[in-house]
């Protein structure tokens, strides 16, 4: 009974994950996921899913079928008032039937990686996270009797006992002394694990909206949840501009909004500052998402982004990704200008225009479809 119900609650999680990588775009469309998301858990509506439930066929015989109208009473007794009780009439459509189910954020990636077909990544930073492991790989001659190797000690009092002529095939009596004794023996072994940062950036100045800012918050949740299914550690850092640069956390990052200009290489100084502190390259693997609608103050600012890209962040970083989302305000000149100087063919510099929310998947493949 067990196993049958372990199979059909299988069978059901088979049916319901093709369901979401059939509407993926929708899924990754729906900011109410990230109200329910938990610390390794998202429940993500599933309205369209149809709960089994009894259907009446066609036969009018049977318990329960026979004449009556909505809303009589049982057995045809009048109600407490004497009258026939009052029913509400029936209805012909379907009703709703809404679902929620959970899944890991280690599914959701394994979903996201099979249906955008993303490559595992290969990681640069040196791996700093140290793990100790015992192995039981060896045998060894002492040992705590809690370990004691039953069959290879039986093997070797018979190795015993053939080598000194005592051993008699036909009446094959086993006594292991104790120099036969032998046990399980462990190596340990330190597991070193790779561990990355994603340090993201965005403008906050007045044309950056609620919905370009809804736009980065959806893309972020997918980026996130890849990666950490690609590094054992994971740290997440937060960076705000205008005119100036500054550290927040989360929430701030999403819910800021400024009225200033943009200096974009404001941002760029800081992210560097963060790295030089806290995240030697040898150790880390970096990753830098700037979220921007491609407005600069001047081209002398674009200038000095480029060059800071290519004199200091592009040799410390996996890739360096810039998303330009769309506004009606944005010029979009920055990513124009970035395209002329690194091109399709840097891998060290992703590019991607998010026009709408329909549009962060193919961002998204953009991003990490390179496995960098």
């Not at 004449?67 to 057995?75: H, K, Q, W």
């Not at 004794?181 to 070193?192: C, I, P």
């Not at 891998?347 to 193919?362: C, H, M, Q, T, W």
Request: net charge neutral; aromatic share 8%; with cysteine.
């Amino acid at each position: 009974m067990i196993d049958g119900a372990r199979r059909d609650h299988a069978r059901f999680r088979q049916i319901i994950r093709g369901k979401i990588k059939q509407d993926l775009k929708k899924h990754i469309t729906h900011t109410e996921m990230f109200g329910r998301k938990g610390k390794d858990v998202v429940s993500i509506p599933m309205p369209q899913i149809d709960i089994p439930r009894f259907r009446f066929g066609s036969n009018q015989g049977g318990v329960g079928q026979g004449d009556g109208n909505p809303g009589d009473p049982v057995g045809g007794q009048p109600g407490d008032d004497g009258q026939p009780g009052q029913g509400q009439e029936a209805g012909n459509q379907a009703g709703d039937h809404g679902l929620e189910v959970e899944f890991t954020l280690q599914e959701l990636a394994e979903i996201l990686g099979e249906e955008l077909s993303l490559p595992k990544i290969e990681p640069r930073g040196a791996k700093t996270l140290k793990s100790k492991v015992d192995r039981y790989t060896s045998i060894a001659s002492q040992g705590p009797h809690s370990l004691r190797h039953f069959k290879r000690t039986i093997k070797q009092a018979i190795q015993r006992q053939i080598s000194t002529g005592t051993y008699d095939p036909d009446r094959p009596v086993i006594i292991p002394e104790k120099k036969d004794f032998r046990f399980r023996s462990w190596k340990s072994d330190v597991q070193q694990e790779n561990s990355a940062v994603i340090i993201y950036m965005m403008d906050v100045s007045g044309s950056m909206g609620d919905e370009q800012k809804d736009i980065v918050r959806t893309e972020a949740f997918w980026i996130n949840t890849w990666l950490r299914s690609q590094y054992k550690g994971v740290e997440t850092r937060y960076i705000i501009h205008d005119a100036t640069a500054k550290e927040v956390d989360e929430d701030t990052f999403f819910r800021t909004r400024e009225s200033g200009g943009t200096l974009i290489s404001s941002a760029y100084k800081l992210c560097e500052k963060i790295i030089e502190k806290d995240y030697p390259p040898s150790d880390w693997n970096i990753y830098p998402f700037h979220f921007s609608d491609g407005d600069n103050w001047s081209s002398e600012d674009t200038k000095l982004c480029i060059d800071l890209l290519k004199s200091s962040l592009l040799r410390k970083c996996n890739v360096f990704c810039y998303g330009q989302v769309d506004s009606r305000y944005g010029s979009g000149q920055f990513y124009k200008d970035l395209s002329e100087v690194f091109g399709k063919d840097d891998d060290s510099v992703i590019l991607s225009r998010i026009e709408n929310k329909e549009a962060v998947l193919g961002s998204i493949k953009d991003f990490l479809g390179k496995g960098k």
